[in-house]
């Protein structure tokens, strides 16, 4: 009985995904494929995650009428200004239906000035990335797998969060 027990301590111990990122960032034990995921940009362009091969993405899911995504939303303006770059990029991603005009108007209220403005109004990409709500954030590596992800908001320009991501994109 006692081994038993024992064994099914370690079976539950195995099958949870791993921690220790910075403000409850869930690592996972190997690299998870993802879905593809569609959008469009402020000009219309119609891109998707596959277009980012080669670079880390910090993709962020929000809506503007979510307040812990409002609330986050300078930070990872503030950190893509300070990491962005050749080998990373923040992708925000927002769900919200009413199109651009509602995300510009946004961006321009909160005065981001680093973030590129994208867009799912079918939601298809929350459903597909199986977000648990919001914000949800994934951290996808340079090969196009997520390798952490976190559900909730976070302080995403702070000095730990940087040295853990920096530590994906060197």
């Known amino acids: ?7 099914a301590l370690f079976w539950l111990a195995a099958s949870l995904p791993s921690f220790g990122g910075p403000q409850g960032f869930t690592l996972h034990d190997t690299p998870q494929d993802m879905p593809e995921v569609r959008f469009v940009t402020e ?3 119609r891109r998707t995650l596959a277009d980012f091969h ?26 893509q200004g300070d990491l962005g770059g050749p080998g990373f990029a923040v992708v925000t991603l927002s769900i919200d239906t ?3 005009p509602v995300v510009r108007r946004f961006f321009d209220k909160v005065g981001s000035k680093h973030l590129t ?9 929350f459903t597909n990335l199986r977000a648990a709500g919001l914000p949800a954030t994934l951290l996808i590596n340079a090969d ?3 390798v952490a992800r976190l559900v909730g908001p976070a302080d995403w320009n702070t000095p730990d969060m940087e040295a853990f991501l920096k530590g994906f994109i060197q």
């Open 43 to 45: 000009g219309g362009s």
């Open 54 to 79: 080669g670079k880390v993405i910090l993709l962020n899911i929000w809506a503007t009428w979510c307040p812990p995504c409002v609330k986050e939303m300078p930070t990872l303006d503030a950190l």
């Open 144 to 146: 196009g797998k997520e």
């Open 1 to 7: 009985m006692k081994h038993a027990f024992a064994a």
């Open 117 to 125: 403005l994208s867009m799912d109004p079918t939601q298809l990409s």
């Open 98 to 100: 009413g199109g651009v």
